[in-house]
């Protein structure tokens, strides 16, 4: 990354960001521009260096925020009317990190209202348009992050990803795209949308950059009890209690079983990782890549996971259920978007959520009471349950024959914008490869494979036992 000093000046860094974000402004990739405050900072971090003084890892180095990480500086708004004046009164855990070291938000990127979407097209701000092509879409929910790291106007942006809204968009854009595991990265000031699938990650250009981006961010965090034990250890080493990458450490991949059941490297010299293709998961990109990775001496098997042909469903099951409790919190009593039509506290109720939420966050609350409700627990949400259990197991018992498992992204590439957004049955199944991810909590990195005939970027995904997220991100840096 760009780190301020002498020969180059946050200023410059800060204004040639702001510039861009001018110049791309048809794209619909901001929701607010933090011109003002982000020059101030700058100004600040230049002084200090002038000085002497130090300064952190990313000083100077603009980024994108996503619109669901709160933050005092600009409205938080998920991209939804309902949280429309909304400025938060506290920063994101993982925003203070980042900007702890320096780095300074250039403006809030563009999602789907909540980040329920896979095209960006579910916006209360309207559709943030491709990277490559504007008339397709940038992928969701997090396109607007993906779309300005694509654009170059950030080095780097953040984004959540919860079935796929990070690792799509940065396949339809052509950047890398992380999605950790799960609870590495603390949670806390994110608008929540399901809590156990949720996560946080990046977009870069570079994967390096995803090493430098976690190595700040992941660990512990009293404000979110889901977090886990620091156990990111960067290349640089600056973190402890990940064995993958101490010091010495020469392909040590051979598994054992953990106290939580489920797989964990421990030393035995192995001659290359072994990458595994799941059975059902193909395209002719993914064809490309195995044979170029066999061509380097990697040991290419086939995976049978005959469960995840229920992800989806299950998917569908388990996170309205969850977001339809979190967004009962709107109502228009304590902050954001209040109707005006209304004469009781039933009708203000009724009103502000019928005009404050998209059509498609309606249809979401919609299954999640249905699935909770009195006679169907049971039938539907106990089951997915069970089956999400079945899914964990099946990676499980995946990874004690491979060390990675390199999958498609998407069944297509991005299609045009407007094609799905009347079929939310067609958009659901644009998830299919990247929701068993979070269904099972594994990191997973999305990084640019190619492109389709048409120039359409396309990406693939790498995905890895939990906490290797260290090791996906340095073999993508080697290999990919």
Same mark, same amino acid.
């Given at each position: 990354m760009k780190i301020a000093n002498k020969m180059t000046k946050a200023v410059d860094l800060v204004q040639e960001a702001l510039e861009k974000v001018e110049k791309y402004k048809d794209y619909n990739i901001f929701t607010f521009? !933090?011109?003002? !405050?982000? %020059?101030?900072?700058?100004?600040?971090?230049?002084?200090?260096?002038?000085? =002497?003084?130090? +300064? =952190?890892?990313?000083?100077? +180095?603009?980024?994108? %925020?996503?619109? !669901?990480? %709160?933050?005092?500086?600009?409205?938080?708004t998920a991209s939804a009317k309902i949280l429309t004046g909304f400025t938060s009164p506290v920063t994101a855990t993982s925003v203070k990190k980042l900007e702890d070291e320096g780095a300074i938000m250039i403006g809030r990127t563009n999602l789907d209202a909540f980040a329920h979407g896979s095209s960006t097209e579910n916006s209360y701000f309207g559709v943030t348009k491709n990277a490559k092509d504007k008339t397709r879409v940038a992928g969701g929910s997090s396109g607007g992050s993906a779309v300005a790291v694509a654009l170059d106007i950030v080095q780097f942006a953040t984004g959540t990803d919860t079935g796929g809204s990070i690792r799509q968009p940065a396949s339809f854009n052509g950047v890398f795209g992380l999605k950790p595991t799960y609870g590495a990265i603390s949670r806390y000031g994110v608008v929540a949308m399901a809590s156990s699938t949720d996560c946080v990650g990046f977009f870069t250009r570079e994967a390096s950059d995803l090493d430098l981006l976690m190595s700040i961010t992941a660990g512990r965090d009293p404000k979110d009890q889901t977090t886990l034990p620091d156990f990111y250890e960067s290349s640089e080493g600056d973190k402890k209690d990940f064995p993958g990458q101490r010091a010495g450490y020469d392909r040590a991949l051979a598994r054992d079983t953990r106290d939580d059941g489920l797989a964990r490297r421990v030393s035995r010299e192995v001659l290359s990782y072994r990458i595994g293709v799941i059975k059902d998961f193909k395209s002719d990109i993914l064809d490309k890549k195995v044979k170029e990775l066999s061509a380097k001496g990697f040991e290419i098997k086939e995976v049978s996971l005959p469960t995840l042909k229920y992800a989806l469903a299950v998917y569908y099951v388990t996170v309205p259920a969850e977001l339809s409790s979190n967004l009962s919190r709107h109502d228009g009593i304590r902050y954001g978007f209040r109707s005006k039509d209304a004469n009781t506290l039933s009708d203000l109720y009724e009103h502000t959520r019928a005009e404050g939420f998209m059509p498609e966050n309606k249809r979401r609350i919609m299954i999640g009471n249905f699935v909770l409700s009195s006679g169907f627990y049971d039938a539907y949400f106990m089951k997915a349950a069970k089956a999400r259990t079945l899914i964990i197991n099946e990676y499980e018992k995946a990874f004690r024959d491979v060390d990675f498992l390199l999958t498609p992204v998407s069944p297509n590439p991005a299609f045009k914008i407007g094609e799905k957004v009347n079929d939310p049955l067609a958009m659901y199944l644009e998830d299919v490869m990247s929701v068993p991810a979070n269904l099972a909590g594994l990191p997973a990195l999305a990084f640019p494979a190619g492109e389709t005939d048409n120039g359409l970027p396309v990406g693939l995904q790498l995905l890895g036992p939990r906490r290797s997220d260290a090791e996906l991100i340095k073999f993508a840096e080697e290999n990919l």
């Open positions: 521009v !933090n011109a003002e !405050n982000a %020059l101030k900072k700058a100004a600040i971090i230049d002084a200090k260096i002038k000085k =002497g003084e130090p +300064v =952190g890892r990313l000083a100077g +180095v603009p980024y994108a %925020l996503k619109d !669901n990480f %709160l933050s005092p500086e600009g409205e938080t």
